[in-house]
């Protein structure tokens, strides 16, 4: 009788088993990963808009409370931006709250404090 050298057939399943597992775990951590940038991508984006527009809250002359909102488009995407200024406890001074979202919901929001005028 001759000794034959090799994997066995059960062998060979048992190791494909154990490859498509490792595989298949590999391809979810890559997509997670890809899912995980985009959201950070738009984190970073909206955080500009709303920094930008906490600036621009910041150095107008005057601003008056209430809410206003608009659109500004930035790296190619539409971002919606609300902004709502009132009043605080301390004289004078006034709290100003930024939000900005996409088409999937809220990105980033801010929050400053400045003298009513100016």
Do not use: C, K, Y
Request: hydrophobic share 50%; no cysteine; net charge neutral.
């Amino acid at each position: 009788m001759t000794e034959r050298s090799g994997f066995t057939l059960i062998e060979m399943l048992v190791a494909l088993a154990v490859f498509s597992l490792a595989a298949m775990a590999l391809l979810n951590l890559s997509g997670e990963n890809t899912r995980s940038a985009a959201r950070v991508e738009t984190r970073t984006l909206g955080g500009v808009v709303a920094e930008n527009l906490a600036v621009e809250a910041a150095t107008l002359p005057a601003i008056a409370e209430g809410v206003s909102s608009g659109q500004i488009d930035l790296a190619g995407r539409r971002w919606r931006w609300t902004r709502a200024v009132s009043a605080t406890d301390v004289a004078g001074m006034l709290r100003i709250d930024v939000r900005v979202s996409d088409a999937d919901g809220q990105a980033a929001e801010r929050t400053l404090f400045r003298a009513r005028n100016g």
